[in-house]
């Protein structure tokens, strides 16, 4: 009841098979006993493929995520691989007839394996090509040499698995835009090196291919009844397909092969009269088919398509000369230009290729690609910041690719804006955008790097004399404002009009270039300026002609174009370019020509320096490397020596605890000690207790007596306390209403600073409450020690009353009526005291609130005039700042003045060719700097704000003290009500003898 995702056969077996499903699972069966065999989980996402090897004892099953090895013996895994999430797995299997594992994942990179040890034998490099492809479908041949790849395009890889090379990119047609399956048809003869290669495209067709000579075989499928699957018999025979309509279709190769069926070509042949061919050749005729045979499965009532061409035979040199590659013809190029003035957008880069007869030189372009990087144009991005990557990456590798074929293009500043168009032209095809560019260089750029590192003077010369041919005025008029040839012509030629042109002008323009002589290339630049001598006439200084042939002006292209046909055919042959350039001649095949039309020795001389300096780096990258390294080891060392310090300061502190602990034990057996002599005492004194019982029984009356006599005085006692509590706490409610005000009144001056005046309070509150809880602590053990020693005080008084009962027993009534009129004397006494307290706190109060009031007005004072200096030093320091900034500004400028003049004198006297534009770029960077120097009031703001908060900062610190002083009045009143009230419930007599001793 699962879906099978992938099925595998040829196991060691013969009956048994693999079978994956849709639950991630795979299942062995038995054709023969149709039961099941074996049931194998491990996998997380769906099974995509199954591999079995050779000996049909061990199986590869691959998902996205992994790749797992199995043994069909045990059916046990024995190996997993592994991998990112976002690299993912496309396919890993046997190669035929070895002991190695091939991966393929999402990323291109494709790993051998050894199937013994696990161990990675090799990586194949990452491919070389114009267009991205992603590899999605792969096929080996029977011998496992060949490995070919494919994927979302209609390129096929073949890569060499001996050498790990790739041999060969092979293109398939245009209808072609993915790959969807690779397979190999097997030959008996061939022994395992097969040759010829099915590709099933995303039409549902699958064409046979000829691995050498790249020849469309056959095809089976068509758009109306497609394929959706096939797979070839082992010995080649036979093709079985599973269509869309679910049909399975079955074909016989030999049927479909039309060139094994073609008799082998005669032996003999017969020399013909030349003579006599011509004159029967207008009545010869050919009949060419399309070269594929007949598909088996059309009705064969269907006609084959044909067509009939005369042979030309009396064709003239000059027609060879204009034959191109592709069957296209110069001449006619030629007129169509002249008719539409430009190559029709669809076919232009066919027309171009053409033109420049590139040989698509693969193995060359991938030994120079294969040199890396050139180390001139490691930090390209620097200098040229494109925003798109990978322009800037084939930027790269394409100026590498040009270094490491000559060495001056490493040296010449201006390369990169000579093949920028062409790289943004061809950026999917790095090959065909190379070929172009040294096609450029060798015919269209002669003699440019004769005068290295100066432009070249002789191209110049050349088309200065075409100018002074055609328009004198307008070189009276350069020549008159010290423009020369490098300042109007040279911009032109090092960027390809590439400043000055659209894109769409600029293709036109390059039509005409590559479809005429190279001496139209210096035509053209004359033709621009010629066809542009309005404004320039208008052009006074030198500024203005460097902006004008930097940058986009209004101008017809295709006038420029008819006037540089016109200067081909108007100029005098005596000044001619075309009698000092050479005839267009393209790249060879195989190997690139030879470039060394330059002065060796000074880029020698620059490519010793350039080595010295990155040297020189070098040296100073492992210096700081090394310096580096001892700051790291110094650090260390010190974090080792506080590690050590550390760890003996937790020794002492360890010490002192173990000392600590064995004087706390000691003390705590002085303690034992103590506690048992108490328990001692305790049974002593109950022995005498129960000696003594008798006696109070006698005693219990005459004390019945006393408590109640004492319970009256108590009741009077409580009522003039509550009665005092009432009048202090009405005391208390006038301090907090008090409180309430100023409080308030603080809150009016505390508006623009209540979040750290909270912060403050709460602290403050915390530190209250551990003050109240230390007091009640306090308090806590002070009751205790008045409990210890009033227990003391019972013990000392049982013992003497024991002694002295009979004299005691007279002495009771008057004594405690003594201390009753004793105790209510002392209290009026403390009354009077608290009272006098209250006054004096609300009087100490009234006085810090004035000299507060007086602290802040004297404050708000300093501050008022300490805002009236800080404003007038601000404009004083505002007014110096402006003087000074306009001084800078003066000294800078005459500063740039001398030192255009200084370069303009150079210039003059050495012929030394040097943009004036970096000195301008320059002088506008340093205007900037000029405008971003700082204002000095700046300054004098940020000091007056720094004055005013130090003001709010004492004056926050003097709220901070007024409120510690209320929180004090506050703890010191409830000091007071609760010694008052601990004093009321002292004043309840005690149950035994006590009642004659009050507690203070």
Known sequence: MQACTALAFNLRRKTEFLVALADYSIKCFDTETKELVSWMRGHDSSVSSISVHGSGRYAITTSTDTAQLWDLDTFQRKRKLNVRQSVGIQKVFFLPLSNTILSCFKDNSVFAWEFDTLHCKYQLPTPVEGSVLLYKVFAVTRDGRIFVAGGKSNHLHLWCLESRQLIRIIQMPAKVRAVRHLEFLPDSFDGGSNQILGVLSQDNIMRFIHIETCKLLFDIGSHEEGISTAATSPNGRYIASVMENGSLN???????????????????????????????????????????????????????????????????????????????????????????????????????????????????????????????????????????????????????????????????????????????????????????????????????????PNPPVNVLSMMENVLAHHDKELLQHLIKHNVTSQVYAWPLLETLFSEVLTREEWLKVFDNIFSNHPTYFLMIVVAYIIC???????????????????????????????????????????????????????????????????????????????????????????ERQLAHELEAKAQEQKAED??????????????????????????????????????????????????????????????????????????????????????????????????????????LFEQHLIKDQEAVTKQMKEEVDARRRRVDLEDHLVQRLMEIDREEKQKADIVTEENLAKAEQKRIETDWRLQALHKLRCDDQDREKRYEEIAKLLHDNRVKEAELLKALREAEEKKWEEVIQKKAQLEEEQKAAAAANEHRKQFLEDKMNDALELAEKLQREDGYFERLRDLKAGRTERGVELQQVPRSGNICLNDLSASESSSHMSLDRRREELACQERELMAEVRRLRQKLTSQARTRHPPTRFQATKWTP
């Not at 052009?539 to 004008?548: A, L, P, S």
């Not at 004194?685 to 004492?710: G, I, N, P, T």
Request: aromatic residues 10%; contains cysteine; charged residues 30%.
């Open 642 to 747: 506080e590690a050590w310090y550390r760890k003996q300061e937790l020794l002492r502190e360890a010490e002192e605890q173990r000392r600590k602990m064995l004087l706390e034990e000691e003390e705590k057996l002085a303690e034992q000690r103590q506690r048992l002599a108490a328990v001692k005492r305790e049974l002593k004194v109950k022995e005498l207790q129960f000696l003594d019982a008798s006696r109070r029984r006698f005693l219990k009356y005459q004390q019945d007596q006393c408590q109640m006599e004492l319970k009256r005085l108590d009741d009077e006692i409580a009522r003039k306390a509550s009665m005092r509590e009432q009048e202090t706490a009405a005391t208390l409610q006038d301090v907090e209403l008090r409180r309430m005000e100023l409080e308030s009144q603080r809150q």
């Open 250 to 452: 079955l074909y016989s190769v030999q049927a479909l092969t039309q060139e094994g069926n073609k008799p082998p070509p005669p032996m003999f042949k017969v020399v013909e009269d030349w003579s006599k061919c011509t004159s029967e050749a207008n009545k010869l005729t050919m009949r060419m088919t399309s070269g594929r045979s007949e598909r088996p499965w059309k009705s064969k009532g269907s006609k084959i398509q044909t067509r009939l061409l005369k042979l030309q035979v009396n064709k003239s040199v000059e027609n060879k000369e204009n034959e191109l590659p592709g069957g296209l013809n110069k001449k006619r190029l030629r007129a169509l230009l002249k008719g539409f003035g430009e190559y029709p957008a669809k076919y232009r880069m066919f027309v171009w290729r053409s033109l420049l007869q590139l040989p698509e030189n693969h193995l060359a372009f991938s030994s120079l690609i294969d040199k890396g990087t050139h180390s001139a144009f490691v930090n390209i991005q620097n200098e040229y910041p494109i925003k798109s990557r990978k322009l800037l990456r084939v930027l790269q590798r394409t100026l590498s690719a040009l270094a490491h074929w000559s060495a001056i293009f490493a040296e010449t500043p201006y390369i990169p804006l000579l093949a920028f168009p062409f790289v943004k032209l061809f950026q999917n095809n790095q090959l065909i955008c190379f070929e172009v560019v040294a096609t450029v260089v060798v015919n269209f750029c002669q003699h440019w790097f004769e005068y290295f």
């Open 532 to 622: 542009s001598r309005a404004p320039l006439l208008h052009c006074n200084q030198t500024g203005d002609f460097e902006y004008f042939f930097h940058h986009r002006n209004n101008l017809d292209i295709n006038v420029v174009i008819k006037e540089a046909y016109h200067l081909m055919e108007a100029t005098p042959l005596d000044i001619h370019p075309q009698r000092m350039l050479d005839d267009f001649i393209p790249l060879t095949k195989g190997q690139y020509p030879v470039f060394n039309k330059y002065p060796k020795f000074i880029v020698d001389y620059q490519t010793r320096e350039r080595e010295r300096i990155r040297q020189d780096e070098i040296e100073y990258l492992r």
